[in-house]
């Protein structure tokens, strides 16, 4: 396959690993989804693990793209930018096959640390936590890792009870949050 093929297959695979999850999703299913012979597929990934790191390596930039160009947009201070991480989420949980953070499944379906799969998603923790600390640094926080981590775990929560609740607004409701936490690092 030429290059541009093994990018075709980690997009399809993407998508099909997105969809069905990554232990449901076996060789033949995506062979059948994405068009491609087992034969093709093992020329690029030895393994299926290869592909799902490929996928999530692919999903990790084009989700944190969007991410921070759709903060980029709906807020201007940095303290305004840690608040429109909310409305961009609320688009997000918007959008047609809405089905959570790719991240946390494959976390919770490698669970080993070590694994290549558990690590790179511990990656896109990281990068976001580390984007979030930055934002609350340049707002002026006392304590810009504290208030990182805590919109860091106001959006992860926000994303699960996105999937699993319909009694509430997930993005509304840890916006708010946020803000009280952010009026208290500022003010402190």
């Given at each position: 396959?030429r290059?541009?093929?093994?990018?075709?297959?980690?997009?399809?695979?993407?998508q099909?690993?997105?969809?069905?999850?990554?232990h449901?999703?076996?060789?033949?299913?995506?062979?059948?989804?994405?068009?491609v012979?087992?034969?093709?597929?093992?020329?690029?990934?030895?393994t299926?693990?290869?592909?799902?790191?490929?996928a999530?390596?692919?999903?990790?930039?084009?989700?944190?793209?969007?991410?921070y160009?759709r903060?980029?947009?709906?807020?201007?201070?940095?303290?305004?930018k840690?608040?429109?991480?909310?409305?961009?989420?609320?688009e997000?949980?918007?959008?047609?096959g809405?089905?959570?953070?790719?991240?946390?499944?494959a976390?919770a379906?490698?669970?080993?640390?070590?694994?290549p799969?558990?690590?790179q998603?511990?990656?896109?923790?990281?990068?976001?936590?580390?984007?979030?600390?930055?934002?609350?640094?340049?707002?002026?926080?006392?304590?810009?890792?504290?208030?990182?981590c805590?919109?860091?775990?106001?959006?992860?929560?926000?994303?699960?009870?996105?999937?699993?609740l319909?009694?509430?607004?997930?993005?509304?409701?840890?916006?708010?949050?946020?803000?009280a936490?952010l009026?208290?690092?500022?003010?402190?």
């Amino acid at each position: 396959m030429r290059p541009n093929k093994r990018d075709e297959l980690v997009r399809n695979a993407l998508q099909v690993f997105y969809r069905d999850g990554f232990h449901a999703t076996g060789m033949d299913k995506l062979v059948a989804e994405t068009g491609v012979s087992k034969t093709s597929m093992y020329k690029h990934f030895r393994t299926k693990e290869e592909l799902i790191v490929a996928a999530l390596q692919l999903r990790d930039e084009n989700f944190r793209t969007w991410f921070y160009q759709r903060i980029d947009a709906l807020g201007q201070t940095p303290a305004q930018k840690l608040l429109a991480s909310f409305d961009a989420l609320a688009e997000w949980f918007q959008e047609d096959g809405y089905r959570g953070c790719m991240f946390i499944k494959a976390g919770a379906e490698y669970q080993d640390k070590d694994h290549p799969i558990h690590v790179q998603a511990a990656e896109h923790k990281r990068l976001l936590l580390e984007y979030f600390t930055d934002l609350a640094r340049a707002a002026g926080a006392a304590d810009p890792e504290k208030l990182g981590c805590q919109i860091l775990i106001l959006k992860e929560g926000a994303i699960v009870s996105a999937v699993l609740l319909k009694s509430c607004d997930p993005a509304r409701d840890a916006k708010a949050a946020a803000k009280a936490l952010l009026g208290n690092a500022l003010a402190v």
